[in-house]
Each structure stands twice: as structure tokens, then as C-alpha cells.
């Protein structure tokens, strides 16, 4: 075991001497000299030292303490464990970080991610894009989590560390309801970041982000506070609940992390309101919520409930955008549709279940209130005629 970590694992056995008694006496003498017995306890290997990150040594300390029955709870055991294991010997026993400390422990778990898309235009053909954005290592087995629009149509998606290694990606699942995806990467050695409970946040409090602004800028970070909590956004037709920092982010900074003052993941970064006179008006989803998404994910590919109507629809809602698109009528298209849909590219919709559609807005609020297998019924004017069909409502993967 290195020294300073042995120093500090005595520290946190004196500490649990102080409070705990004998439980703590025995859990010190315990670590500080460990034995092979047969109590079923998880003594110190003194082959191999002890080395790990704070999750295993949160799971560590908890299981030894289960397993002797040592009646002791550390409060907040991830954060005081990963202050315990990644500060200088600094750290108080409340567990808050410097901003520097904050740095320096969460800067590894963030990662660039760059993308190249195939775009078609019919005026000049096929051509290729790029893009750029951040994202969060959530497991050492190398899932990162990043925003959906940051990956989304991308063929190739490219993960450099902070050490600047670059590993290719494999896309896992995405979810555009909530942007957030998780890709995949092979690589060693990798240090994830700690989730925090982002429902005990309070506004006010401080909020570290860390990401790659600009897309040339990895590794940037900057503070602020948490301005405001459970802000209801519309990003991209869909409504989000967001926190709101003051933290600065830029275009770049979509999929990095937005941490609290013990280190933890508290939220991941997806917008900045914009323009020339805005500043200090930043977003992220709350980790709580992340962390449900990406387990799903992981688990399956896809978020299970979310529905797919079958077709992709745009608003044609002004003479202009009409005029482009020799339209006559105002009012919700569908520009493509599944195969096995009773829509069809060119239909008009006017009413699901009875209701008038007046823009996607309204069919997204419309398809919350149902659940993947209803069956809706749909009017849309079709060739000049309002026609009947039925829809039924699918599982969307994506």
C-alpha cells in the first residue's frame, strides 16, 4: 500500500475510533494490522496493497463493517471515499473540496468526443461533417455518457482522454426525450466519475463544469452556482426538466459534467441560452435522472416505454417555409414513415384521437398521455381527401 494512502486509511480508522467506540477500535486494528482469519470479514491482502477507486472502496468499507458487525454508517460514504482516496491529505471530514481539489479529481472521469457525420445535399452531393462535444466516464469498464444531439446520425464517434489517448466508440443506445446517450470504449486504467443526489441540491450551492468548449478546449473549467433547479425548458421540441448554473459553458461543453463541492456528478451539461446579450445562463440534467437513463441503456439499448409513432413529421407552419416546400396548406407533414405505418410521406395531419394537431408540439404532448401497443386514430388529408387510419403505438429504440 503507498504510504500517503496508508496515512489516510489510519486517519478514517481513528476517526471511526473516536465516534464508533469498539466497533471502531476493532475495524482500526483491523486494517492497520490484517489478518487472515475466518470470520468472514475482508482483510487488507498485504501481497497486493490496497488499490482502488472510490466506489470499491466505498463497497469495501461498507462490506467490512457488515461483515463484523460493526454497528457504524459513514454519511455520504461515496463522497467522504473519493475525497478520502484522490485529495492531497487536505481534505476536512465534511468531505468539501477546493475548486482545485474538485479539478483534480473529476478532470479524468471527462472526455472529448468528436464525431464525423455523412450529410446529403441536393444541390452538392454527400459530404462529411464533424463535430465535437464531452462526455462523462460512468463505469471503468469505459461507458461514457454524452448528449444524444452530440452523437446523433455521427458514423464515426471518437473518445480522447485526458492523457490524450484516442479510442473509437461504439454506440450503446441513445435517448432524444432526455438527449442523453452512452457510447463505449476498450481502454485501461479508466477513473469514473461519482454520482451525487441531485435532489438534494440547493440553489446556491456550488457547481463545477468541466468540459470541452469549443471543441478545441478539453479539459476546460469553470465555477459558478446552482441558480435554479427544476426549470421546464423546450430544447429541440422536446420539454426537459433542468438545473440552471451560472458555471459558464459554450457550444462544446454538451455531455461534460456539472459537479458539486464533494466532486460528485450532480447533472450533465446539454444547452446554453443564447444570444449577444445573454451570459451565465447555463443547463444540465440532474444526475438522478441521468443515472436512470443510462442504466437503461446499458441494460437494454434503448429507454423501454418511450413510444415511436411511426413517422417523422415537420411543421409547415408559414408562407415562406410553405412557398420552399410547394405546400399550400399550413399545418403538421409527415416527411417519412415507417414501412409498416398507415402513414405515408405527404400526409397532412389534422386530429389523433379526436383532438386537432395544430403542431409536433401537440402530438408530443398528445403521445405522453398514451402508452407503446394503444392504438390511435388518426385524420389526415391525403391526396385532397380526409382519410381514417389507425395507428399503433411501438417501442422506440432510439
Given amino acids: 500500500m503507498k504510504k500517503q494512502s496508508m496515512a489516510l486509511l489510519i486517519a478514517l480508522t481513528v476517526m471511526l475510533s473516536g465516534v464508533a467506540g469498539f466497533g471502531g477500535t476493532y475495524l482500526a486494528n483491523a486494517l492497520t494490522y490484517p489478518t487472515d482469519n475466518s470470520t ?48 492531497a491529505g487536505e481534505n476536512t471530514t465534511d468531505g468539501v ?3 482545485p481539489e474538485i479539478a483534480a479529481l473529476a478532470s479524468n472521469s471527462i472526455v472529448e468526443i468528436y464525431t464525423e457525420t455523412v450529410v446529403r445535399s441536393g444541390r452538392i452531393g454527400q459530404f462529411v461533417t ?29 473518445v480522447r482522454l485526458r492523457n490524450g489517448l484516442e479510442y473509437e466508440a461504439a454506440l450503446i443506445g441513445r435517448d432524444s426525450k432526455t438527449d442523453l446517450a452512452v457510447v463505449k470504449i476498450n481502454a485501461p486504467g479508466l477513473q469514473p466519475a461519482v454520482y451525487g443526489d441531485s435532489d438534494k441540491l440547493a440553489v446556491g450551492e456550488l457547481a463545477v463544469a468541466i468540459g470541452n468548449p469549443l471543441g478545441t478546449l478539453g479539459g476546460t473549467v469553470s465555477e459558478g452556482i446552482i441558480s435554479a433547479l427544476g426549470r421546464n425548458i423546450d430544447i429541440d421540441g422536446h420539454a426537459m426538466n ?3 448554473t451560472t458555471a459558464a459553458v459554450n457550444p462544446g461543453n454538451s455531455g461534460g459534467g456539472l459537479f458539486n ?28 435522472m441521468v443515472k436512470t437513463i443510462v442504466d437503461a441503456l446499458i441494460q437494454y439499448g434503448y429507454v423501454p416505454g418511450r413510444i415511436d409513432f411511426g413517422a417523422n413529421l415537420v411543421d409547415i407552419l408559414d408562407t415562406r417555409t410553405a412557398m420552399l416546400n410547394r405546400i399550400q396548406t399550413l399545418g403538421v407533414y409527415v416527411i417519412q414513415a415507417d414501412a409498416d405505418s398507415n402513414l405515408k410521406a405527404g400526409d397532412r395531419i389534422i386530429s389523433i384521437g379526436g383532438k386537432d394537431i395544430l403542431n409536433t408540439a401537440d402530438v408530443k404532448s398528445l403521445l405522453e398521455t398514451h402508452k407503446v401497443g394503444d392504438v390511435l386514430s388518426v385524420i389526415v ?18
Avoid: W
Wanted: charged content about 15%.
Fill in 130 to 158: 464533424e463535430g465535437a462535444g464531452s462526455g462523462v466516464i460512468i463505469t471503468a469498464s469505459g461507458y461514457v455518457v454524452t448528449n444524444n444531439h452530440v452523437i446523433e446520425g455521427a458514423r464515426k464517434i471518437t
Fill in 40 to 87: 468472514g470479514a475482508l482483510p487488507l491482502n498485504q501481497g497486493a496493497g490496497l488499490d482502488m477507486d472510490a466506489d470499491q472502496f466505498t463497497a469495501y468499507l461498507e462490506a467490512y463493517l457488515a461483515d463484523n458487525n460493526v454497528l457504524f454508517a459513514v454519511p455520504d460514504t461515496a463522497a467522504f471515499s473519493a475525497t478520502l482516496l484522490n485529495s
Fill in 261 to 288: 463541492c464533494y466532486g460528485q456528478l450532480v447533472g450533465v451539461v446539454n444547452a446554453k441560452s443564447s444570444g449577444s446579450d445573454i451570459e451565465g445562463i447555463g443547463f444540465a440534467i440532474p444526475a438522478n
Fill in 381 to 398: 388529408s391525403r391526396g385532397g381527401q380526409n382519410t381514417a387510419v389507425e395507428i399503433k403505438l411501438k417501442q422506440a429504440t432510439s
Fill in 97 to 99: 473540496m477546493t475548486i
Fill in 242 to 244: 433542468l438545473m440552471q
